[in-house]
């Protein structure tokens, strides 16, 4: 149903009928032969680059051979004409046939129109989220956590064998903090004066319900432990207490994922996951026992000026080798991931996506070279980076929550807005763009706010049915019938509509072979523009209104074009993690 891919497949026939050889005789390189939507859309419906990639190879002139090949192109019985332009490009105009016939198939698919076997069933793992557990979640992760699940829904919808993962990474130092924390709010439920959260102790209103649960659990027993073993006990409580909360915040913006791993896992039996992929990596010949320069700038944690066990990353890509065991044999943050990633690589993933903060830029080239010391090539890693989102409202900048205690929470941002309005904006710019969001145009109703206007052309489509039931009475509508129809639609409106649906297919295999989910919307946005301006044209000229009570078949026509719209928006918006509401309130 790709008609991009299926006219590439008609031109490389063409062009294979030219016999076309280069110096050598030797027939050319056709993979570059592409066919793709016209920059101008008044030049035609597709348009193919073959002339321009194969004259230097075949030692012709380019405008020569897009001549022959639009020649050969107009004996396609679906191309009404094929005209050459500027330096050699080959413009295609198709049959109105064509694009009923489309319709009709379109229908046929439903909601699976634009499905992709491209992936063809790669073990793919999307890794995102992964905050701390140390707190609820904030508007930082929420730009992560869309983009992460859009994704990794667009990648499944396109032919891969997707697995969403969040790792919690409930070691470190950074727990410890977070069970003394929660440890002083257990005093607190006892009834203890604890003052002020003391610095460096995390000092949100959410480890308030903690302590309760710590009070009700254990009474004052954790004050007569000693301090390693209530702190232990603690740390398991708060852990569970806030990747519950996290879940439920994540849940309120339909982000739900397959897998939760636990960074603890790799650190159990004495680190035997982590000693095992650093062994991994030394018969590899990639583990070296030196030390490392002082670095420029600011010194990472894990840089000593004492010999210690180092992977050698600066031979697979990184800027600097990295350590990962200490001189006093602890094991640094980063021989965690090392342990992570082979984990990852043994579960048999052969496509590793990490969709990471803009903070985490450092990090890329360091998991790019493990990726490939771990697995070579067997094994591709792309990081994603998010940029920061910054919140306003009515061009205000918007202030910090009281209940976090320094930051704006998830929470607060979608109990405001509501969930879609967060789904779709988060995805309205590239991920490593800035993005301002505005509590104010993000739910007015207005052409301006996209979220709304691609909702408000579902909810459209359907009131078009009802209006439709109402004066043809008809209950209900076959699609069989509708696509049957589908050869009555012959104004120029109805047949560019056709042509914007007919984008979608090769929109889900680039924005998934991209990794580019914010494509998604822009399509949406611009499908959804189509519609209202051709429902526009109807309001102006009765003659175009989708409901003709005196011709029943064009309105059957007319409504299965409007379901085609319907499903693709269905499909898109369920694949952004959106609604697509029958009617608007």
């Known amino acids: 149903m790709n008609i991009f891919a299926d006219f590439t497949a008609r031109v490389t026939k063409a062009v294979e009928a030219l016999d076309l050889k ?35 190879p075949t030692g012709q002139n380019p405008r020569a051979l897009a001549e022959k090949l639009a020649q050969a192109l107009r004996d396609d019985s679906d191309v009404a004409a094929a005209e050459v332009a500027g330096p050699g490009f080959v413009n295609l105009r198709l049959k109105d046939g064509f694009w009923q016939a489309h319709l009709q198939a379109l229908l046929g698919e439903g909601r699976n129109y634009g499905r992709s076997t491209i992936g063809a069933g790669r073990k793919t793992n999307v890794e995102y989220v992964s905050a701390n557990p140390t707190g609820p979640m904030h508007v930082g992760h929420c730009r992560g956590a869309v983009v992460g699940d859009a994704l ?15 790792v919690i990474n409930d070691a470190g ?17 006892l009834g203890d004066d604890i003052g002020e959260i003391p610095a460096g102790l995390y000092p949100g209103d959410y480890l308030v319900p903690v302590g309760h649960a710590l009070a009700k659990e254990f009474g004052r027993s954790l004050l007569q432990m000693p301090d390693d073993e209530a702190l232990a006990i603690v740390k398991d409580r708060t852990i569970d207490a806030m990747m519950a909360m996290i879940r439920e915040d994540l ?12 960074e603890r896992t ?32 600011e010194k990472p944690d894990d840089w000593e000026d004492r010999e210690q066990t180092l992977f050698r990353s600066t031979a697979v890509g990184d800027d600097m080798d990295r350590a990962l065991v200490k001189s006093d044999g602890a094991f640094t943050y980063f021989a965690a991931d090392v342990a992570y990633l082979k984990d990852k690589v043994d579960r048999g993933f052969v496509d590793l996506i990490y969709v990471l903060g803009a903070d985490h ?31 306003f409202r009515d061009g205000e900048p918007v202030r910090m929550s009281k209940r976090s205690g320094d930051f704006v929470t998830l929470r607060e941002v979608v109990e405001e807005v509501g969930r879609d309005p967060v789904r779709f904006m988060m995805l309205y710019r590239k991920s490593d763009a800035p993005l301002d969001f505005d ?48 050869a009555s639609l012959t104004d120029e409106g109805e047949i560019g509509l056709i042509r914007k649906l007919a984008e979608y297919p090769r929109l889900i295999e680039s924005a998934a072979l991209a990794l580019e989910p914010h494509r998604l919307a822009f399509y949406l946005y611009d499908l959804a523009s189509s519609f209202h301006g051709h429902w526009n044209r109807g309001t102006d000229n009765p003659d175009l209104r989708f409901v ?25 918006l369920t694949l952004i993690g959106a609604a697509a509401p029958t009617e608007m309130r």
């Open 361 to 391: 830029g450092g990090y890329v080239k360091r998991l790019e070279a493990l990726a490939r010391a771990v697995a070579g090539d067997d094994v591709k890693l792309t990081v994603l980076l998010c940029n920061l989102v910054k919140l």
């Open 173 to 189: 130092a950074q727990i410890d903090v977070l069970g003394r924390s929660a440890l002083l709010r257990y005093r607190e439920a």
């Open 22 to 56: 280069d110096k050598d005789g030797v027939s050319p390189d056709l993979s570059r032969i592409a066919v793709e939507p016209p920059r101008d859309a008044s030049h035609g419906d597709l348009a193919t680059n073959a002339a321009m990639v194969l004259a230097k």
């Open 251 to 262: 849940a309120l913006i339909n982000v739900h994922h397959d897998v939760f791993f636990s």
């Open 439 to 486: 509590f104010a145009k993000v739910t007015e109703q207005s052409k301006d706010n996209p979220v709304f206007y691609v909702q408000y052309a579902s909810a459209r489509c359907h009131s078009v049915f009802r209006q439709a039931s109402e004066q043809l009475g008809e209950a209900n509508f076959d699609r069989n019938s509708l696509a049957a129809a589908a």
């Open 152 to 166: 990794a829904n667009l990648m499944a919808f396109a032919g891969y064998d997707v697995t969403k993962e969040y």
């Open 266 to 297: 790799l650190h159990a039996d004495g680190a035997r996951k982590i000693r095992s992929a650093i062994n991994d990596l030394t018969l590899k010949g990639h583990i070296y026992k030196g030390k490392l320069p002082p670095p420029k700038g």
């Open 548 to 572: 003709k009570v005196n011709d029943r078949q064009l309105t059957h026509a007319r409504l299965g074009l409007v379901q085609a719209v319907s499903d693709v928006l269905t499909s898109g």
